[in-house]
């Protein structure tokens, strides 16, 4: 028999490997998590968005934060780093997806989906905490409420459900969720820095929840550390590979051997370690499927901003999100804040620009709107006090678009790129977001008294979405020709390989994805024997 290192390894701390980690330690397996991000403890995350290498992930230049950017041809990806993933700098929150996601022909003849997760979403909502309405009234929010009524859908208008401690502001008290087995937490002040990094204590991190007590029961978590192989043994398990995450010299690689292995790097992370070990061999029985029916969520950032502070209305005080409407029956819009002084990422914005024009003229009109109205371009394009001027308008839809990913070579390295997957072409703009933050601003306006102005990104002018929420790529599928991995989420060719994250994400869900990742990966894991125990599983 052979004597493995670990039980299972757990490449990534998000969503999907907290789930994995708690889980697997409540069954007996030994398990060990690799992170690349850093520890934070609450007084670690950055102040606001400008203290740079607190807020940023680029770990070879020095800067070690929650706040990933990617880059590929058809998309600009923005993803969470740190141990505890994209629930460090999310917005907490998590809605649970309408039918169509349940039924997108991707899947919708291997179980009744909707039926099947419904006990999983129960348990996610339980572990993360949500409130299923967020309960405060503001300034936003009435805008919100107006700009639906104003495009005739304020029937749809909502409050989010969110997954923070609300308590009484700043008070610490004993663990409120988890009979006094999780950490102490402190109430929300409405800071609205949740997405720069909870510094109260307030916000539902898997650091709050699924982490905290898979530590209490074992599991060991590695931060800074970056896996860069994943390698199939001779008669079973793997060899896993890490190195200290950004390092120039001193790479201090390791390896150690599992049993089995779960990936949950999120969908950047674990489809590029996915097509790294499939073009140098090291797991040579990969679904040809992989990189296929990588979604974008369909997604748009555009928003709303204000030529100076509207004195009568305060736009940071809140969570991140907290409302949302439907502008039609496949696009949901939420407003986004961030908190005072962080006003880093209203760099990418700037004028909004026709979308279905060729290049030319939407740089046309963007140089054209700054000349015809210099003063005013440079207050609404100014970061002073951005994020004390302006929403954002996050909006996702439920349409079957993707792209399709693989490796390419590139200054000697390989290195994933993009082109338009199956489906309708994914979107470089949506008009409906165009519309809504139009509606938003003219709401600023009325309400405020001041004059204010739809904006779009600078990313989108060059014909490039913008999105939080990337997903797919390694999808559940009925075989190996239409997907990654079986309905368990084991790889096909590969079955004590598993992927649990973000990348196993089929459709897109039209909303945050977060509780369906967090009810996906409950389901999968829920399938696994105790340690000693028959796997009833059906072998691939």
Not at 114 to 141: D, I, S, W
Not at 419 to 442: F, K
Not at 450 to 463: C, K, M, T, Y
Not at 478 to 492: K, L, T
Request: aromatic fraction near 6%.
């Amino acid at each position: 028999m052979v004597d493995f290192d670990e039980d299972v390894v757990v490449i990534g701390s998000g969503f999907g490997g907290s789930v994995a980690a708690l889980r697997l330690a409540e069954k007996g397996y030994r398990v060990r998590v690799y992170e690349a991000g850093r520890r934070f403890e609450d007084d670690d995350f950055a102040k606001t968005s400008w203290d740079v290498r607190r807020y940023l992930w680029a770990p070879a230049i020095g800067c070690r934060g929650v706040q990933r950017i990617h880059r590929l041809p058809d998309v600009m990806i923005l993803a969470g780093a740190g141990v505890g993933g994209g629930s460090l700098n999310y917005a907490n929150t998590l809605y649970q997806p309408g039918s169509p996601f349940f039924t997108d022909r991707q899947w919708a003849d291997i179980t009744d989906w909707q039926t099947e997760l419904e006990p999983h979403y129960a348990t996610a909502k339980r572990m993360l905490g949500v409130v299923e309405h967020y309960p405060h009234t503001g300034p936003v929010e009435r805008i919100m409420a107006g700009a639906a009524e104003d495009l005739g859908v304020g029937g749809t208008f909502r409050r989010a459900p969110v997954g923070v401690f609300l308590g009484t502001p700043g008070v610490r008290v004993p663990d409120p969720f988890f009979d006094g087995e999780g950490p102490e937490r402190t109430g929300c002040t409405l800071c609205g820095n949740c997405m720069v990094g909870c510094r109260v204590g307030a916000k539902n991190t898997l650091m709050k929840n699924y982490l905290a007590l898979a530590e209490r029961r074992g599991v060991i978590i590695e931060a800074l550390r970056t896996v860069t192989d994943v390698r199939a043994l001779r008669g079973g398990g793997f060899a896993v590979t890490t190195q200290n995450s950004g390092a120039w010299l001193r790479h201090g690689r390791r390896t150690v051997t599992a049993k089995q292995v779960v990936l949950a790097a999120g969908t950047w992370g674990t489809q590029q370690l996915l097509h790294r070990m499939k073009a140098s061999g090291a797991l040579p029985h990969l679904s040809d499927a992989l990189g296929r029916l990588t979604r974008t969520n369909s997604e748009a950032l555009d928003g709303a901003i204000a030529t100076r502070v509207p004195e009568s209305l305060e736009f940071t005080r809140g969570v991140a999100i907290t409302t949302s409407f439907h502008v039609d029956d496949r696009t949901h819009v939420e407003n986004v804040r961030y908190g005072p002084g962080s006003n880093l990422m209203g760099a990418l914005a700037t004028i909004l620009v026709p979308g279905d024009v060729p290049l030319h003229r939407r740089l046309g009109h963007l140089i054209g709107r700054a000349l015809r109205h210099p003063v005013r371009q440079l207050r609404l394009g100014s970061l002073r006090r951005w994020s004390d001027r302006g929403i954002i308008a996050l909006v996702m839809q439920t349409a079957d678009n993707s792209l399709t990913l693989s490796l390419r070579r590139r200054f000697g390295r390989l290195a994933m790129t993009s082109r338009q997957g199956h489906g309708e072409p994914n979107p470089s703009h949506l008009p409906q977001a165009h519309r809504a933050a139009e509606a938003i601003a003219a709401r600023i306006e009325r309400d405020g008294g001041v004059p204010a102005e739809a904006r779009g990104s600078w990313p989108e002018v060059f014909g490039i979405p913008l999105t939080a929420h990337f997903l797919g790529g390694a999808v559940v599928s009925r075989s190996p020709e239409e997907g990654v991995i079986d309905e368990y989420h084991r790889v096909w060719g590969h079955p004590d390989l598993h992927v649990v994250d973000g990348s196993a994400v089929p459709a897109n869900p039209g909303v945050n994805p977060s509780l369906t990742i967090t009810a996906l990966a409950e389901r999968a894991l829920s399938y696994w024997p105790s340690v000693g125990e028959t796997d009833t599983r059906p072998t691939q």
